[in-house]
């Protein structure tokens, strides 16, 4: 059939064909064809090649609802730029390919397809291009969709894109083209289950999705996987989404003479020996790196079950708001080469670890350690961790220059082993609500705050230690709860740096300072410490130093120790109770600054009952508070030994009631001690207080016999000898 130089139209309402031609031995050149299908699955053209089947300089166009504007099926040659158009108006696409397509002269064929949910293009079966240009477009579906196994030359491209779907789904294997997919909320390219890529050169962009998607099982030469790029505006650059299995391979291609079964040479019609091209492929031994890139959002990121071989992600930002590598779900490792890294600069964040479980299994079958780098320049933070993350098989390391920070840890961390380094800002921060689980975190700011623990966070057998020449080792605020195998440590290597400084509560946990010419521990009005140890110790400063009140308790121990400075200085108020104990290294020799403002407190005891089972408490309506009781005049008729009986125990009430207005006034220090021997707790060391003197607390008593009553005021904080008298009896 020869339809050269036709003009052929054709139309269906049917739900068949507008326009079908099919067989073998047709040319049509420099012709059109027009065909239309106004319902149903129906094609608006359908060109099936059986052989001998040339479109030489045609123009093809096609409508369909829901099927096919153009379908091309079987083996044709199309050369001198055969142009194919195809429309789908529902849901169908607008042209599907699947056969045999190849340029002998001239330019090649080029397909445009556009639809609404359906594929612009459809690549269906196995397919073979030469030459040729691709392009499709979608609302909601894919812009080309390569759904077959799709073999091409480097000459031939592929583009599409979709409004809100995808620009170029691939599914099948992929060899040679230049592939670019784009969407304006959705992806730009996704590789889905089953996608080998050989090489081709892949490029997704999005304007708020998804530049690249991985969503399933994928392989790709180490060619392809190199030239691979990935940006989004305000969405993840390159995107590795549930049950993504990632993995990279080496292609060798070796040129030999063909054999046949038995080993002999195989020979063409002239004699000569035949050749084949042997491929095989292998894991790389080097990684490649595949690289996401985004204004606003995620370079990368990782959610659900996702395993990589042979790759490192390197993810990065440039915006206030953006986030280089984003990790989440459970991300494997599967060899001891892969990797990741992240940068930031200005006031982004390199890396982001959000409930993710980080498995390095090709690492620790080696025994070798899995590290993730991360670095900001500027304001930003280089690793943020969120939610519950297990990281026990990772060591990060977060570095940050220009006043950033390194290491922000919120939500539960189990298992790190975390290291900040800052030039001039926080290297590690613990944040509010933190909780962080058998790990070693260590950070290190030249001139800003090594640790620094904010808000209520939680330790449990965990290390965490800050360190800086000239700014402050560790610092805590807020409220810190740990149990008694974690610690705080804190050193300054310089003079002017303190060691750690402590502005809040700390329970449980050891603290220790140190420093050269500043404070080693220093804390500030109105922290406590409860069950906690805290440490100081200084060359020239001071050990420990505390301002305004603070308060030790449940056990806590203070030791303050200098080589030539004060080993404590006390301004303000220092309470601790008897359990707890203050003192000095070494052997409670250091100097003092203000011992006479360290106190210790005797908790309040709840009144004894009077005889006879009364078990009111001593304590007035309204508030006011019970004075000793006076007693009313004996009866001078009752019998003697009634009345000394009848005496001595009005001498034990006012006694009673004595001890009683004592324990009611508030503090009371040092109580009844004949000297003034020195402050320590029991079975502690004393520290000398020398001229030290209890506040005064009076007591009014009376003293009644027989015939007459005496009025006597003591001082409960002093000894009463030498000062009451008695009655003659």
Do not use: W
Not at 15 to 34: C, D, E, Q, R, V
Not at 117 to 142: E, H, P, Q, R, Y
Request: hydrophobic share 30%; glycine share 16%.
């Amino acid at each position: 059939m020869n339809l050269n130089g036709s003009n052929v139209a054709g139309s269906s309402e049917n739900g068949s064909a507008g326009i079908l031609i099919k067989g073998k031995n047709i040319s049509f050149t420099n012709g059109t064809l027009t065909g239309t299908a106004t319902s149903g699955n129906g094609s608006g053209v359908v060109l099936t090649g059986g052989g001998n089947y040339t479109l030489d300089g045609a123009s093809i166009t096609g409508t369909a609802a829901d099927g096919s504007g153009i379908a091309v099926n079987g083996t044709l040659t199309v050369n001198n730029g055969t142009v194919v158009k195809g429309l789908a108006t529902g849901g169908g696409n607008g042209v599907t390919v699947s056969g045999d397509l190849v340029t002998d002269s001239g330019d090649g064929i080029s397909i445009t397809g556009t639809a609404f949910s359906g594929d612009g293009v459809k690549v269906d079966g196995d397919t073979t291009l030469t030459n040729a240009m691709l392009n499709g477009s979608a609302d909601s579906g894919n812009g080309v969709n390569i759904a077959g196994n799709l073999t091409t030359d480097s000459a031939t491209q592929v583009s599409g894109h979709a409004a809100s779907g995808t620009g170029v789904n691939l599914g099948a294997a992929l060899t040679g083209a230049s592939v670019k997919g784009s969407s304006d909320t959705g992806t730009g390219v996704q590789l889905a289950d089953n996608a080998v890529v050989t090489e081709a050169v892949l490029n997704g962009t999005s304007a708020s999705g998804d530049g690249v998607t991985f969503t399933g099982n994928v392989k790709m030469d180490d060619t392809s996987a190199a030239k691979l790029n990935a940006s989004s505006t305000s969405g993840t650059g390159l995107k590795l989404a549930d049950n993504a299995n990632v993995s990279i391979q080496t292609i060798t291609k070796v040129t030999q003479e063909k054999k046949d079964s038995d080993g002999n040479p195989v020979l063409d019609a002239d004699g000569n020996p035949e050749t084949e091209t042997i491929t095989t492929q292998a894991p790389v031994t080097t990684p490649v790196t595949l690289t996401g890139t985004s204004e606003q959002g995620s370079g990368i990121a990782t959610e659900g079950n996702v395993s990589i071989s042979g790759i490192v992600l390197n993810g990065s930002t440039t915006a206030d708001t953006g986030t280089g590598v984003s990790l989440g779900g459970n991300l494997t490792i599967a060899d001891d080469i892969s990797g990741v890294t992240a940068g930031a600069t200005g006031n982004g964040t390199a890396l982001v670890v959000n409930n993710a479980s980080i498995h390095s299994d090709g690492y620790t079958d080696s025994g070798k350690d899995f590290v993730i780098n991360a670095s900001v320049s500027g304001n930003g933070t280089a690793i943020k961790t969120q939610g519950s993350s297990q990281l026990d098989e990772v060591v990060l390391n977060g570095n940050a220059t220009g006043g950033g920070t390194a290491v922000e840890l919120g939500g539960q961390v189990s298992g790190a082993n975390i290291t900040g380094t800052s030039d001039s800002g926080t290297a590690v921060r613990v944040t509010d609500g933190a909780g962080v689980d058998g790990s070693a975190v260590k950070g290190h700011s030249d001139s800003g705050t090594g640790l620094q623990v904010s808000g209520n966070a939680s330790l449990n057998n965990s290390d965490l230690s800050g360190t800086t020449q000239t700014g402050t080792g560790a610092a805590v605020t807020g409220s810190l709860t740990a149990d008694t195998s974690s610690q705080v440590t804190g050193s300054a290597t310089q003079d002017g740096g303190t060691g750690v400084t402590v502005d809040g509560s700390v329970t449980g946990a050891t603290v220790t300072g140190d420093a050269t010419s500043g404070d080693a521990v220093r804390i500030a009005d109105g922290s406590q410490f409860t069950g906690a140890d805290i440490k100081g110790t200084s060359v020239t400063g001071t050990g420990i130093k505390t301002q305004g009140n603070v308060s030790l308790e449940g056990g806590a121990k203070l030791a303050g120790g200098s080589e030539q400075g004060a080993a404590l200085d006390v301004s303000g108020t220092l309470n601790h109770d008897p359990d707890s104990s203050v003192t000095t290294t070494p052997d409670n020799t250091g100097s003092v600054i203000g011992h006479e403002n360290i106190h210790e407190v005797i908790p309040v005891v709840p009144p004894m009952p009077d005889e006879g089972g009364n078990n009111q408490p001593d304590q007035k309506p309204g508030g006011d508070t019970d004075k000793p009781t006076v007693p009313s005049e004996p009866d001078h008729n009752q019998e003697h030994d009634h009345n000394q009986s009848h005496n001595a125990s009005l001498r034990k009430q006012a006694e009673v009631n004595s001890l009683r207005q004592g324990a009611a006034n508030a503090q009371v220090t040092q109580m009844n001690r004949a000297s003034q021997d020195g402050f320590h707790a029991a079975g502690s060391p004393p520290v000398p207080v020398s001229g030290y003197q209890p506040a005064e607390q009076t007591v009014d008593i009376s003293l009644c016999d027989d015939s007459d009553c005496q009025s006597e005021s003591l001082d409960a904080g002093r000894p009463a000898q030498g000062r009451a008298k008695t009655s003659g009896r």
